[in-house]
């Protein structure tokens, strides 16, 4: 039992021995072996994450200036009395527009802009002073549908009316501070660049 204890021992040096040896002898072939390993292709640049925000908000603010014609148009109407029922629902539409605006901001991720807090702050304070002028200016509209609103082609300024003017006034300071913070992010990558009467 020792001995063939000793020859299996004997036997199992050999080929552990016969392994090395090949090894040995195949040095050049175990480099090229390794090759393959070291021509991987690099991985792909990573994506730019302040790059990638940036763009997700420029889609966004792409829409914020949809209503504004509309607006502009209801008011006008409004104070000559013109075309009421319209005014009054476009502004309405404009004002759902405007708070529509504020959830989606909410949705995308923003963190990692400069200054993202001033900025959303800002474009969250125009977008909701936007909505409450505008359905100001709607029930504006629908006061001067009454009796003695309208002396002359123009109609009355009623507490609806200067609500919304203070509305619309809060809203421009707000657009004010915002377009300057956007428009250092849009310029620093190529996106779309908004004056404040855009927003």
């Known amino acids: 039992m020792v001995g063939c204890a000793v020859l299996g021992l004997g036997a199992g040096a050999l080929l552990s021995g016969g392994g090395d040896d090949e090894k ?22 990573s ?4 790059r990638e925000q940036a763009v997700a908000l420029d889609k966004l603010l792409a829409d914020s200036n949809n209503s504004r014609a509309a607006v ?9 009395c013109e075309s009421l029922d319209e005014a009054a629902s476009d502004l309405r539409d404009a004002a759902k527009q405007r708070n529509d605006l504020v ?27 936007s909505a409450e002028a505008d359905n100001r200016y709607a029930t504006w509209a629908d006061q001067t ?15 609806q009316h200067a609500a919304g003017n203070r509305a619309s006034g809060e809203a421009t300071k707000a657009k004010n501070e915002a377009a300057p913070l956007w428009n250092s992010i849009a310029t620093e ?4 660049k908004h004056t404040p009467t855009q927003l």
């Open 24 to 45: 040995k002898s195949g040095e050049p072939e175990n480099v090229s072996a390794s090759a393959p390993a070291e021509e991987k292709p690099s991985p792909s640049p």
């Open 47 to 50: 994506v730019d994450p302040v």
């Open 72 to 80: 502009i148009r209801s008011v006008a109407n409004i104070q000559k």
């Open 103 to 129: 959830r989606r901001l909410g949705e995308i991720q923003v963190d990692k802009l400069p200054e993202h807090q001033r900025l959303t702050a800002a474009l969250t304070k125009a977008w909701k002073a």
């Open 145 to 159: 549908k009454g009796k003695r609103a309208c002396r002359d082609g123009q109609a009355r300024s009623t507490g």
């Open 189 to 192: 990558y190529g996106l779309t």
